[in-house]
Antibody, heavy 120, light 107 residues
Framework: EVQLLESGGGLVQPGGSLRLSCVASGFTFSTYAMGWVRHGPGKGLEWVSAISAKDESTYYADSVKGRFTISRDTSKNTLYLQMSSLRAEDTAVYYC?????????????WGQGTLVTVSS | EIVMTQSPATLSVSPGERASLSCRASQNVNNNVAWFQQKPGQGPRLLIYGASSRATGIPARFSGSQSGTDFTLTISSLQSEDCAIYYCQQYNNWPLTFGGGTKVEIK
C-alpha cells in the first residue's frame, strides 16, 4: 500500500524558513517523480514544485521560485521542501504527492498534508 | 500558463440523481487531465486520469469525458459519501494547474 507521510509544518514568522519532509513507502521511491501541492485557506489547490526520478530535474511555480527548493533522498525514501523567505500567502496545508511515472504524469497518491502558518 | 475553469462553483443534487461537473482548459492539453475528490481534513484522491480512465478502486458511477478543451466529470447516481470538492488538473504543460473546484452537496 502506497503511503506518504508529511511532517515539518508549524508556525513561522514572515521571512523565516521551514523544511518539510515526506516519507514514502509501498512503492519504489527512486523510480517515480514526486511533487508538492498546497491548499491555502479559502483557496483551491496550487501546485508548488516537482522533481523527476532519475536526473532529479526540478520545477517550481512562479510564486515560490527562488525561495523554495525541492529535493529527494532515495536512501531514506524521503522528499523534502526547503522553504525560505516565507510570506503570509504561503500559509497552507502542504501535500506531498507521487506522480504516475518517473518524468511527469498525474498525481496518483497523496499524503494527508502538513500545515504551515506564516504569521507574526 | 494554462487556466482551468471549473463550473459551477457549487452543485446541489438529490441522492440518486446525476451530477455533471465541467472543466474548460484555456488551450490544448490533449487528454492530460485528472480529476480529484477532496473531503475536509483529507488529502485529494485521484478519480480520473487521461480525461476518461478511472483510477484503481474508484466506483463505476464516476466517469470522465472530453470534447476538445472541455472536460466533464459525471457522477451517475449521487451518494451521500460523494459530498466533497472536486478539482480538475492539467498535467500537459508546466506549470501544472488546477481548476478552482466544484463543491458537490446533497439537495
Amino acid at each position: 500500500e502506497v503511503q506518504l507521510l508529511e511532517s515539518g509544518g508549524g508556525l513561522v514568522q514572515p521571512g523565516g524558513s521551514l523544511r518539510l519532509s515526506c516519507v514514502a513507502s509501498g512503492f519504489t521511491f527512486s523510480t517515480y517523480a514526486m511533487g508538492w501541492v498546497r491548499h491555502g485557506p479559502g483557496k483551491g489547490l496550487e501546485w508548488v514544485s516537482a522533481i523527476s526520478a532519475k536526473d532529479e530535474s526540478t520545477y517550481y511555480a512562479d510564486s515560490v521560485k527562488g525561495r523554495f527548493t525541492i529535493s529527494r533522498d532515495t536512501s531514506k525514501n524521503t522528499l523534502y521542501l526547503q522553504m525560505s523567505s516565507l510570506r503570509a500567502e504561503d500559509t497552507a496545508v502542504y501535500y506531498c504527492a507521487k506522480r504516475s511515472s518517473g518524468w511527469y504524469g498525474f498525481f496518483d497518491y497523496w499524503g494527508q498534508g502538513t500545515l504551515v502558518t506564516v504569521s507574526s | 500558463e494554462i487556466v482551468m475553469t471549473q463550473s459551477p462553483a457549487t452543485l446541489s443534487v438529490s441522492p440518486g440523481e446525476r451530477a455533471s461537473l465541467s472543466c474548460r482548459a484555456s488551450q490544448n492539453v490533449n487528454n492530460n487531465v485528472a480529476w480529484f475528490q477532496q473531503k475536509p481534513g483529507q488529502g485529494p484522491r485521484l478519480l480520473i486520469y487521461g480525461a476518461s480512465s478511472r483510477a484503481t478502486g474508484i466506483p463505476a458511477r464516476f466517469s470522465g469525458s472530453q470534447s476538445g478543451t472541455d472536460f466533464t466529470l459525471t457522477i451517475s447516481s449521487l451518494q451521500s459519501e460523494d459530498c466533497a470538492i472536486y478539482y480538475c488538473q492539467q498535467y500537459n504543460n508546466w506549470p501544472l494547474t488546477f481548476g478552482g473546484g466544484t463543491k458537490v452537496e446533497i439537495k
